[in-house]
């Protein structure tokens, strides 16, 4: 079982910067980078939730899960 972070997709979408992200949700790029390649354990609601609204996008456009047999 895998989670899949599609931030880079929606930034892409959006045509919105790492840095503008970083700024409009108030995280550091490290932790956004850390999120955006996957290596993050949790995630706290209120930083999707922020993530979501600076995207303009639902909590689906940006978490995906993926089965073992599909990764």
Do not use: F, H, W
Request: hydrophobic fraction near 40%; include cysteine.
């Amino acid at each position: 079982m895998t989670i899949i972070i599609n931030i880079d997709v929606m930034l892409a979408k959006r045509k919105m910067s790492v840095t503008e992200l970083s700024e409009r949700v108030g995280i550091t790029m490290a932790n956004l980078s850390i999120l955006k390649n996957g290596k993050a354990k949790a995630i706290r609601i209120s930083t999707l939730e922020a993530i979501c609204k600076a995207l303009d996008c639902q909590p689906g456009d940006v978490l995906e899960y993926r089965t073992d047999e599909e990764s």
